[in-house]
Structure formats: structure tokens, C-alpha cells
């Protein structure tokens, strides 16, 4: 049987190619998305500042959320702090010879221009106490801080701010500039370039102080006894700790630590192939089943004459699945390579973007190839095995006839299954009308992709009522050619449909995956600038302004309230049918000048006056409460949170923080801006205690009525000598940078889907080069009875028409239900954002590849001689 297979397979090359192109095109996808998923898991950069410790310890980065017996795991991407008493535990571990304390916070200096200076590559420094310098492989020239006023530079953020020893230099900092005497300048004499983080050396009580948090720190290194090996000490240091809620690295794991940003990253990729991983799957599922049907189908004559001579069901399965294994291996294998490159390519557009750092490198094994070669083999199989029970259930003495012509009806379990995915999908598409969860949303989203596949399982019989309703104008308007047209369509309905499942397959995925995202930042743009009541808005080159900057801004003449604004990503979790659910959210914290972020007050304001003040720079469109009782102990959040986590104003609501720390504060709000400004509204105090932020993010100002604008915008401009980077800009900055955020956003999220769209293009080209190729016969026919290949040209274009206009209306409507719904949502108005170029542009592009497909088939097939192809082969 084998030995058949292998001469079946090598004499009928060109019936394999589209089955072969679709498989070799999974495997690149699943690959691509394999290595995403196994980078994400990885190290991503190399270790450095800390390349000499044999241990780094850090807090815990995931939170953990228990339900009875039933528990939930989420990673937290902000660097979570170490409690500061656990350095005297390490220290007194057996092996260890030093445990140094890490504190990192914002630390640039201010050049001569006024300016903030960065290391080599661009790089933004960080600041970092003297002690930890011990922990990396540094060589000092003059010497280390003694003073609170001296500091050591990086050898390239010296060599830019054209500092040498002895020189005063200021340094922006969490506090207003300060000047500062460099004693000394270390250079980095390890491995991976230069410093993604150059140091800049403090004392340790300054350090401290200007880290914020004396019971904290960033991390602790560990420096090993001669003898005493690191997995060794690891363990020990394990055991000693057991119950802290820290974690401990190894190896090139130190990189973690040590680089906050790319632990960051690692969670984007993570979130990004769990989002999308599914979906690849079951995209190259119905790409690689209905390009084998087709093939089968094509071939569908000779394995009628295979039955009608006597071959057993048994052997067809076998033959079937013989084919299938050999050509699925091939293209899988192959496939792998294309994946790796695909997956280096889009490693590269996430960098120009800013979703990744530049130096982030992905990890590259076998493990994502073998997933594929498997997926691929066994998806194969599964739509080889659907195909052959098809062929089987014919009896021998109707196998001939039935292959002579097309069976314009559907199976009975396939129209079953395609209407049941119709109906739920519509249910889900509809769900908004009725809940405003997150759940809601997310189910119109997938009930749209459902109702696509649901129309390509009934995709037959929707072709055959289409081309009735275009019959009458396309006669009218194409005489002989568009009846020709017309009729071949009719008769040729599920050859028809193959071509045009996969045009409907693209528009309609991508509508819903480019749109939903276009919608919400929409409306979070809108959202933005409708709320903000500011007059201007203050930000920083260096990552935010220092808290300081609040009191500094309503002490200028003419302003009239002035709040700090913090943002960050946190969970929140609720029971549901006894599990633990979590959901991911923005937040916002919102502080003003009577408030410090390490708990002291200073003029503590009233809530009343809290209220008043943040009442003047944001409108957060509150639905129920009064957001005047926001406080350290109270929250606000938004309807859609509030119907999500099944709580409402006087209940409360449990929130995981950025530090991993969970709080069940009192709701005292609810509001409808959530997309414009944070799904969950927290005091800033709240939020920097528990993140890595020592920033405000941005700072709102609000003026007196009948106040000199010009005046004001000097003075505030003015206050950039002390906080160095200080932007001003209008009202609108916080919605402008909403929209660079969006934009962002919808970049990162559009890029990954390239490849799926361009996978889907392969499948719609390979679909319909093969029903075009497999009509040669029938091309020849017409000649032979007087047509001109001109006139099959046209109308052959006739029906390439029928097929765009068919699938551009399905595919368009499709999925204008489920993103009706979501806007409906998440905006309160049926009207999605659909921006027209986008939505030209994938029609344009889906409708000229599948003109590409068609006609130039065509063309090859017409330049043989009618009485030649007339006996071709099918």
C-alpha cells in the first residue's frame, strides 16, 4: 500500500501542490507563533549589572488567587520590591559571602543645554546605590561616594555630559535636579555590549532616600563563597526564604531582575500567543481541511473507479491517509524554517515600535517546530479521514455516476453543525444588549469569528442563493457571458464555494480583528478629551515628574487646582461558579498637592476639598457615588468593571496590585469614561506604594477663571529648570497621548495578525489556482464548440466579479453584527470605528489576489490547444 501511495504522490505532483502549499504554510505559522509563546517564556537579554553575583533575588513576579481548592496564576510585569529585612537572612545563609542590597530608581543627568543625558545606544541611565556596583563587572577610576552630594558615573554618560572627575553635574532624579560632585567613573567590562541600564552611583542613604522606601528594596545580590556553587546556593537560599513570596535567579534567569523592561515584554509575547495561538490553530485547521477536500474532490472520478473495481473501504482510508502523512510531513518540515525567519521579522517590527526593546532576542529551539510538524500531521489526518469517509459511504455501482457530476447538496451533519455555530455565534454576537461585562465583549468578539466559520460551512447553498439574486443584473449587463457565467456558478456551487470561503474568511477576520481594537480607541480618545477639564498637562522626558512637581505647580500665581495622575496595570479577581476569575485592568491614581506618596501629609486636605480639586481637572462622567470620598482606603471604577466583578457603590471590589499585595477597598463610585482613563480609579499614594512608580505619569493643571493664560504657560514652562524634560501641552496632551498610546496598541496588535492575513492570502491564491487549473477541460470544451479565449477570459472575469461582490458582502456583513454589539458595549452607540481607507484596503487587497488567482490560471491553462487539454488528465 505504501509503495502505492509513494507512486501516487510522485505521478500526481501537481494535484498535491495545494494541499503541500497549505500545509507549508501552517507549520510556518504555528512555528512563528511557537517561538513567540516559548520567547515569551525565555531570558530574552543578556545579564549584566549583574553578572557577578552567583544569586539575584527579586519579589515574586505573579500573583496567585485562591478559591477553596481552585487557584489562578497571573504574571505581574512591573517589577515587584523585596522587604529589606530578608538582607540580614541571606547574608547569614551558609556559603554566602555577601548579600548587597539593590535600590534602582529614575537618575539622569542634566546636560549643559538642559537636557537629559543618556549612555551609550541611547540608553537611559538608572540610579543605583554605591554598593551594588560590587555586584557587576566594573573598573573604578578615582573613587567610590562618601557624601551625599558625590555620585559615580557610567564611563558613556560621563563621556556625553563631558563630565570628568571633580566635576559638579545636576541629576533629575524622583526629586527636583540637585547638583551633585562625580568622584568617580566606572566602566562595564563584561558581556553584551553596552549597558542597557548605565549606573548612576549614589551613596546608600541617598539612594535610599531618593528610592522612597526604606523597607524596601529592588533586589538582593548574592555573592558566593570560593567552592560554593550557584545552583548549590540557590537551593539553600530557597530553603531559607521558603514562604517569603521572593524568587531567586540563576544563570542567564539574573536577566530578569535585573531588566524590568524586558520582564515586561515577556508577558506582552506571552499574552500575545495565548491570545492568538488558538485562533492560528484553528485558522490553519480550515485552511489545510478545505484545501484537502478540494484535492480529493478534484480527484473524486478516480477514486469512484477505485471503488467501482473492487477497492475495500478499509483501502481507501489507508491510501488516503498514506497521501496525506507523506505530504504533510514534507510541507510541515519544511514549513519550519520559513516560521523561524517570520517569527525574526516580526521580532523586529515589534522592536521599531516599542512593544519590545531593541536588544530583546528570541528564543530559537525545536520545540515550537515539533508543535507544528505535529499539528500539521495530525490536522492533515483528521480532514484526510473526513474526506475518505465521504468517498466510502458511496456505493460501488453510484461511484461513477455521482463523480460525473457535482452534488449541489450539503451533508446532513454539516449543515447540522454549520447552523448550530450560526445560531450561538449570533447569541454571542448579541450578548451586550443585555450584560455590560468584559465577558459580554469578549464573547461579540468571538461570536463573530464563529459566524464566519458557521458561512463556511454552509458556504454551498449561500453561493447558489447569491448567484440567484445577481442572475437578472448580471445577464443584463453582460449579455451571453454573464448567462455563461451565471450558469456555471449554479451548476459548480460548491467548486464556487471553495474559492470563496477563504475571501470571506480574510475580510471577515480581519474586520473583527482590526475594528473591535479601532473602536476602542476611538472611543477612549473620545472618552480622553471630553473628560479632561485641565487646562494643561504636564509630563517628562524621563519617564514622568517627580512628586514634588504637584506643590511646585499650585504655588504659581493663577492656578486653581492641580492634580497627579499615575498609571499602571493591575487584576482584579472575583468568584464565578466557585472559580477564581481574573481580569486585567488599567489604573489610574489620582493624588493633589495636600498629598504625599510615603504617607505623611502636608495640609491633608479635606474630601470635600479632595473632591472639589479633582471635580476641577477631570470629569470621569460618575454614574453613581461621589468620587470626593476617593481616598487610600476607598476606589472608583467604571460601569464596565462594575458589571464585570458583580459590585456596585457600598460594596466592595478585590484588587491585586502591582506588587502582587491584594486590597478589597469600598466602591464609593462608578463612572462611564473607563477606555478614556483607567477601568479602576485609586489615590496615586495607593499605587506607587504598591508599584515600581516613583513618577507621576502626567501632571493636570487647572487655572483660575479670567487668569492670564500667556502668563501662566511662562511660568510653567519655567519650572522645567527644576524638573528637567518638562513638557506643557494643552488640554488635549492626555488625549494625545492617548491616541499615541492607541496607536501603538493597534500597531502591536496588527502586526502579529500579518502573518495570519498572510496565510489566509496563501490559502485564498492555492484555493482558487486549483479550481481555476482543475477547469482546463472545460476551458477546452468551449473552444472546441467556437469560443475565442478571449470570451473565456471574460468570462472568466465575469465570474471572478460574482465571486468578489459575493464574499465582499458576506464577509463585510458578518461581522458588522458582533461589532455592533461591541460598540454598542463599550461606547453606548451601535456605530463602530471603521476607518475607510483600513476597510478599502483589505477589501482592495483581498479582491485583486483573488483576480490574481483566477485569471492568471486562466491564461496558462487557455495557452494550450483545445483538442490537446480536451484529454488531459483530471
Known sequence: MFRLVLQTVRERKAGFVGAFIALLGASTLITAFGIILQSGI???????????????????????????????????????????????????????????????????????????????????????????????????????????????????????????????????STRAASPYTVVGIVKYTGAGGALRTPPVFFTDDTATTLFGRADQISAIGVLATPGTGAGQLDDRIDAALKGAGVSSHIGAGRSSAENPDVASAR??????????????????????????????????????????IGATPKQIHKMIAGEVLVVALAGSLLGCLPGVLAAEALRGALSVIGVLPQDFVFSYGPIPMAVAVAIGVITAQAAGFAVARRVV?????????????EQPGLGRARVVFGTVLLVLGAAASLLPLFFGSVFAVAGAGSGGLIMVIAFLMLAPPLVAHATRLLAAPFRRRFGNLGYLAVANTRANARRLAAGIGPLILAIGFASLQLFIPTTTAAAANDQARAG??????????????????????????????????VRVDLYSSVKMLGDPEVFDYQA?????????????????????????????????????????????TTAAISDGAAATLGTRVGGTVRIH?????????QVVATYRRGLGFGDITLSAQTLMRHSSHRLY??????????????????????????????????????????????????????????????????AVANTLVMTTLSRAREFALLRLVGATPAQVLRMMRTETLMVVLIAVAV???????????VSLGLTGSPVPSIPPLLYLAIVAATSALAAAAVLIPTRLALRARPIEAIGLRE
Do not use: C
Request: proline share 5%; charged share 20%.
Open 532 to 565: 479632561v477639564l485641565a487646562d494643561y498637562t504636564l509630563t517628562g522626558d524621563a519617564g514622568g515628574l517627580p512628586t514634588d512637581a504637584v506643590a511646585d505647580a499650585r504655588a504659581l500665581p493663577g492656578v486653581a487646582a492641580v492634580a497627579g495622575v
Open 393 to 405: 459511504a458511496i456505493r460501488p455501482v453510484e461511484a461513477l455516476s455521482q463523480a460525473a457530476t
Open 42 to 172: 525565555g531570558d530574552g537579554v543578556p545579564v549584566q549589572r549583574y553578572a557577578d553575583a552567583s544569586v539575584v533575588i527579586s519579589g515574586k513576579q505573579s500573583v496567585t488567587v485562591h478559591e477553596g481548592k481552585k487557584s489562578k496564576t497571573k504574571p505581574l510585569t512591573d517589577p515587584v520590591a523585596v522587604p529589606a529585612d530578608l538582607v540580614g537572612t541571606v547574608a547569614h545563609t551558609d556559603g554566602v559571602a555577601r548579600a548587597v542590597a539593590v535600590v534602582s530608581f529614575p537618575a539622569q543627568v542634566v546636560g549643559a543645554d538642559g537636557r537629559l543625558v543618556t549612555g551609550a545606544d541611547d540608553r537611559r541611565s538608572i540610579g543605583a546605590n554605591w554598593s551594588s556596583a560590587a555586584l557587576g563587572p566594573f573598573t573604578l577610576s578615582g573613587r567610590g561616594p562618601r557624601r551625599a552630594e558625590e555620585i559615580v558615573l557610567e564611563q558613556s554618560v560621563a563621556e556625553r555630559a563631558k563630565a570628568k572627575l571633580g566635576d559638579t553635574v545636576r541629576i533629575a
Open 657 to 665: 496590585l502591582p506588587d502582587g499585595q491584594t486590597i478589597q477597598p
Open 811 to 821: 464577509g463585510t456583513l458578518v461581522p458588522m453584527l458582533p461589532l455592533t454589539m
Open 588 to 632: 489610574e491614581g489620582l493624588t493633589t498637592d495636600g498629598q504625599t506618596t510615603d504617607g505623611q501629609t502636608t495640609d491633608r486636605l479635606t474630601t470635600d476639598r479632595l473632591g472639589q480639586v479633582l471635580g476641577q481637572v477631570l470629569n470621569l462622567d460618575v454614574t453613581g457615588g461621589d468620587l470626593s470620598r476617593l481616598s487610600e
Open 267 to 308: 508577558g506582552t509575547l506571552k499574552v500575545l500567543a495565548g491570545s492568538l495561538g488558538g485562533t492560528v490553530v484553528l485558522i490553519t485547521m480550515l485552511v489545510v481541511g478545505s484545501t484537502l477536500a478540494l484535492g480529493v474532490h478534484q480527484r473524486r472520478r478516480e477514486l469512484a473507479l477505485l471503488r467501482a
Open 697 to 762: 505619569d502626567s501632571i493636570l493643571v487647572r487655572l483660575q477663571p479670567g487668569a492670564d493664560h500667556k502668563t501662566a504657560l511662562a511660568e510653567l514652562k519655567a519650572l522645567s529648570t527644576r524638573y528637567p524634560g518638562l513638557h506643557v501641552q494643552d488640554k488635549g496632551g492626555l488625549s494625545a497621548a492617548q491616541q499615541r498610546t492607541a496607536m501603538v496598541g493597534l500597531i502591536g496588535s496588527a502586526i502579529p495578525l500579518l502573518l495570519i492575513f498572510g496565510y489566509i492570502a496563501i
